[in-house]
């Protein structure tokens, strides 16, 4: 947990000193529904005082800091209230400040950060087209393909954080100025830092401001920033790959340099460390405020990436689970994730209120989150409690509460990416459980790795009804071909001359229907297009279809709830773990 500092802020120029928290009085918090001035009702958002409550001392010195950086980057104009249009009145927004407590790789906290965030959902959206609001963020499965290869190539890591990154984007020329409403603890705060600002305090304390830069929340932040650090990095030699917005590359003598984007947090890799240390230079030149994190150990998108064994790299969220874990108070633990009757649905199990349905749908997200990043192995469960969040009974929260269980006798399991030295290559292994499902539809599982351990991993219910196991496992095909494929133009992009892809299959009627060029009998329509798919995906030497035996076929475990030493066997290759 943090630290919470007896120190006192230092005082800011031109300020009257705030003297001390009992300033943020929770008098200030007791009406649950305020007025602003154009007579809308709404509801307080309570992070800033939860946070001052939790984090105390260094909660404020967080928000000071928060503040100072967006005063200092002139982000806001104080605006006299009485001057704006009815219309400029009717769009103000609202905002909000959270805080986000942040770890070291080994665990330990590292420091408190606050933001201050607009109410962008209150912007009119009319006025925007997709284009100025859509912002790329990297793809999961880009992260670990690039970390696999760092760890193969034996490639240097660092990883970088712009402070206020947002900030530094730019509006448009004659985008119409946006205005916001500050809350009274957070007007008082700003009066502190500069004295200049008391003159635009309303009656009530808050202020209105203009926001001279994108600030968090709002809509357009993202893309504007996207463009932003974009320019920077093309300024660098940087080439986006075609397949993902967010991976830049460029050649540093005669190595590739690779980073990965996302947001305002890279991870820049080269075998060359020189690299990576012209590029930091650049970013501080430029933004000033950045963070770095060198050494084989990096945080990075809530993952922990270990670096420590050559050639490869441990992927974890122990901090994420655990936390998971102690929020639900788990006290007993079970070896496996799921009971054999996953897929059986109880019709007379009582279904969850609705304060109890809704941390189910939460409690599932956050395991959906997990699973598909450093936790492939309760997968199956998840995918199924996802299909749950609408009609949760009491069932399906016992089932979810397994999973749970199961995280608690294994919270530091992670996955280990290791791939192969000689040949940079795909391998996806596909299964198809057929007709398990109440409504007899089958379940899908899907494993591609660049040679241990999952790049990409899924599990999902079939969308249409198959007459057999063999149109099962060919639907199964058809539908994750596409993301191999993906994985494999990825690569290409990023300059590696790739062979096809080994697709590995243990149904052999579905292997001899693509490997003839012909379906087997006549068979409807949707599967004679899945059928040519798959193909003409062959026939272009982007994959290659191999016969791999049922006991040898890891994406068994996405498809069915496996129990016993089957399941551990599958979950330890699956995971490249020895546990």
């Known amino acids: 947990m943090p630290h919470n500092s007896s120190r006192r802020p230092k005082p800011v120029r031109g300020a009257t000193k705030i003297d001390s928290l009992q300033s943020l009085t929770k008098s200030s918090f007791y009406v649950s529904k305020r007025k602003d001035d154009t007579g809308r009702a709404y509801s307080f958002h309570m992070s800033l005082l939860k946070g001052l409550r939790k984090h105390k001392d260094a909660g404020f010195e967080a928000m000071l800091k928060e503040l100072m950086t967006i005063h200092e980057t002139e982000t806001i104009a104080g605006v006299d209230y009485n001057k704006l249009t009815p219309a400029q009145k009717g769009r103000t927004i609202r905002s909000m400040m959270f805080f986000k407590e942040k770890y070291k790789p080994n665990g330990m906290f590292d420091k408190l950060?606050?933001?201050?965030?607009?109410?962008?959902?209150?912007?009119?959206?009319?006025?925007?087209?997709?284009?100025?609001?859509?912002?790329p963020t990297v793809a999961t499965e880009a992260v670990m393909m690039v970390?696999?290869?760092?760890?193969?190539?034996?490639?240097?890591?660092?990883?970088?954080?712009?402070?206020?990154?947002?900030?530094?984007?730019?509006?448009?020329?004659?985008?119409?100025?946006?205005?916001?409403?500050?809350?009274?603890?957070?007007?008082?705060?700003?009066?502190?830092i500069d004295k200049s600002y008391e003159a635009y305090v309303r009656p009530?304390?808050?202020?209105?401001?203009?926001?001279?830069?994108?600030?968090?929340?709002?809509?357009?932040?993202?893309?504007?920033?996207?463009?932003?650090?974009?320019?920077?990095?093309?300024?660098?030699?940087?080439?986006?790959?075609?397949?993902?917005?967010?991976?830049?590359?460029?050649?540093?003598?005669?190595?590739?340099?690779?980073?990965?984007?996302?947001?305002?947090?890279?991870?820049?890799?080269?075998?060359?460390?020189?690299?990576?240390?012209?590029?930091?230079?650049?970013?501080?030149?430029?933004?000033?405020?950045?963070?770095?994190?060198?050494?084989?150990?990096?945080?990075?998108?809530?993952?922990?990436?270990?670096?420590?064994?050559?050639?490869?790299?441990?992927?974890?969220q122990d901090g994420y689970v655990s936390e998971l874990i102690a929020s639900e108070d788990i006290k007993s633990a079970v070896k496996t994730p799921a009971s054999e009757d996953l897929f059986v649905i109880d019709p007379d199990s009582a279904e969850l209120n609705k304060e109890a349905k809704e941390h189910f749908h939460s409690l599932t997200?956050?395991?959906?989150?997990?699973?598909?990043?450093?936790?492939?192995?309760?997968?199956?469960?998840?995918?199924?409690?996802?299909?749950r969040v609408q009609v949760a009974t009491e069932q399906d929260g016992a089932k979810l509460t397994?999973?749970?269980?199961?995280?608690?006798?294994?919270?530091?399991?992670?996955?280990?990416?290791?791939?192969?030295?000689?040949?940079?290559?795909?391998?996806?292994?596909?299964?198809?459980?057929?007709?398990?499902?109440?409504?007899?539809?089958?379940?899908?599982?899907?494993?591609?790795?660049?040679?241990?351990?999952?790049?990409?991993?899924?599990?999902?219910?079939?969308?249409?009804?198959?007459?057999?196991?063999?149109?099962?496992?060919?639907?199964?095909?058809?539908?994750?071909?596409s993301l191999v494929i993906w994985c494999r133009n990825f690569l290409e992009s990023q300059g590696y001359k790739m062979p096809p892809a080994s697709v590995f299959q243990d149904n052999l009627s579905t292997i001899a229907m693509v490997k003839n060029g012909k379906p087997t009998s006549d068979r409807t329509r949707h599967v004679n297009i899945r059928f040519f798919f798959v193909r003409d995906r062959e026939t272009n030497d982007e994959i290659r279809i191999e016969y791999k035996p049922t006991k040898q076929m890891v994406a068994d475990i996405f498809t069915k709830a496996l129990q016993g030493d089957l399941f551990v066997q599958l979950r330890n290759e699956l995971m490249n773990i020895t546990a």
Request: proline fraction near 2%.
């Open 204 to 316: 009530d304390g808050s202020m209105y401001v203009k926001l001279t830069r994108p600030l968090y929340g709002l809509i357009e932040a993202a893309k504007l920033w996207f463009e932003e650090i974009s320019s920077t990095l093309k300024r660098q030699g940087f080439v986006q790959n075609q397949y993902d917005q967010c991976t830049w590359n460029r050649d540093f003598n005669g190595h590739q340099h690779t980073v990965v984007l996302h947001v305002d947090d890279l991870k820049s890799t080269c075998v060359d460390d020189k690299a990576n240390q012209q590029l930091i230079e650049a970013l501080r030149s430029k933004y000033k405020d950045i963070n770095v994190q060198e050494g084989l150990v990096h945080p990075y998108l809530g993952m922990t990436f270990d670096y420590s064994v050559e050639g490869k790299v441990k992927v974890t």
């Open 402 to 481: 397994r999973v749970l269980r199961y995280l608690f006798g294994t919270q530091s399991l992670g996955i280990v990416l290791e791939a192969d030295e000689q040949l940079l290559k795909l391998y996806c292994y596909i299964d198809a459980s057929f007709g398990v499902h109440a409504d007899a539809k089958s379940h899908t599982g899907t494993l591609v790795t660049l040679g241990k351990g999952p790049i990409m991993a899924k599990s999902v219910k079939q969308k249409i009804n198959t007459k057999s196991s063999t149109e099962a496992e060919l639907v199964g095909l058809s539908d994750s071909v």
């Open 113 to 135: 950060k606050a933001r201050l965030v607009a109410g962008g959902h209150q912007q009119d959206r009319s006025v925007y087209s997709e284009s100025d609001t859509s912002s």
């Open 365 to 387: 997200a956050k395991l959906l989150y997990l699973s598909k990043r450093t936790r492939p192995d309760i997968l199956v469960a998840v995918s199924f409690l996802t299909s």
């Open 147 to 192: 970390a696999a290869i760092a760890a193969r190539d034996r490639r240097h890591v660092v990883t970088i954080d712009i402070g206020g990154a947002f900030l530094r984007g730019k509006f448009k020329d004659g985008s119409d100025p946006v205005v916001m409403r500050l809350e009274k603890e957070l007007a008082d705060t700003l009066c502190a």
